[in-house]
Antibody
Framework: EVQVVESGGGLVQPGRSLRLSCAASGFSFDAYAMHWVRQAPGKGLEWVSGISGNGGTTGYADSVRGRFTISRDSAKNSLYLQMKSLRPEDTALYYC???????????????WGQGTLVTVSS | DIQMTQSPSTLSASVGDRVTITCRASQSVSSWLAWYQQKPGKAPKLLIYQASNLESGVPSRFSGSGSGRDFTLTISSLQPDDIATYFCQQYDTHFTFGGGTKVEI
């Protein structure tokens, strides 16, 4: 059974950093792109970042480029999101999402975690 | 960036009704479009990919159609379990979601 489980969310002050983690199981981790998608309270969905199965290609939404860094560790079957210079508008539930293919281009999302909540507030 | 516009934003229907949700892209996305269902307090669930392909395990009352800029999600006979918010998503150029359609009974 495919499972993705996020952790690392919490309350953080504006300008500070936070690292999210996602533990994946039930599939060949290296074969699939992985993504982070966020949802602000009561709002819609926003793709944040993605990484190819081999980790060689990454992509970011304009709203986070230069502040967030996505990475993956095949030995630990884990996905990460390093978030720096956090802003109140980054407050959201962050979902770890499995892509359907190895490249994150032309890739849809077939399994979602339950999310980890990040709150940016002083 | 490609913008995705869904309509309506809220839809009220009765059990057994045929329900149609539309999604329009600001430019062509070919058939690179997916639909997701999100129930309150839950993560989104994939329903349809590549505009018209039903994800495994999804009831056959759900169907998708369209290409280019205009797409539809149809529920042929609305069931109580279908109460949810539905999102379209283009994956032609990066990824953008529609604003969502809340389906109520």
């Amino acid at each position: 059974e495919v499972q993705v489980v996020e952790s690392g969310g919490g309350l953080v002050q504006p300008g500070r950093s936070l690292r999210l983690s996602c533990a994946a199981s039930g599939f060949s981790f290296d074969a699939y792109a992985m993504h982070w998608v966020r949802q602000a309270p009561g709002k819609g969905l926003e793709w944040v970042s993605g990484i190819s199965g081999n980790g060689g290609t990454t992509g970011y939404a304009d709203s986070v480029r230069g502040r967030f860094t996505i990475s993956r560790d095949s030995a630990k079957n884990s996905l990460y999101l390093q978030m720096k210079s956090l802003r109140p508008e980054d407050t959201a539930l962050y979902y770890c999402v499995k892509g359907n293919g190895g490249s994150f281009q032309e890739d849809f999302f077939d399994y979602w975690g339950q999310g980890t909540l990040v709150t940016v507030s002083s | 960036d490609i913008q995705m516009t869904q309509s309506p934003s809220t839809l009220s229907a009765s059990v057994g009704d045929r329900v149609t949700i539309t999604c329009r892209a600001s430019q062509s996305v070919s058939s690179w479009l997916a639909w997701y269902q999100q129930k309150p307090g839950k993560a989104p669930k994939l329903l349809i990919y590549q505009a018209s392909n039903l994800e495994s395990g999804v009831p056959s009352r759900f169907s998708g159609s369209g290409s280019g800029r205009d797409f539809t999600l149809t529920i042929s006979s609305l069931q109580p379990d279908d109460i949810a918010t539905y999102f379209c998503q283009q994956y032609d150029t990066h990824f953008t979601f529609g604003g969502g359609t809340k389906v109520e009974i």
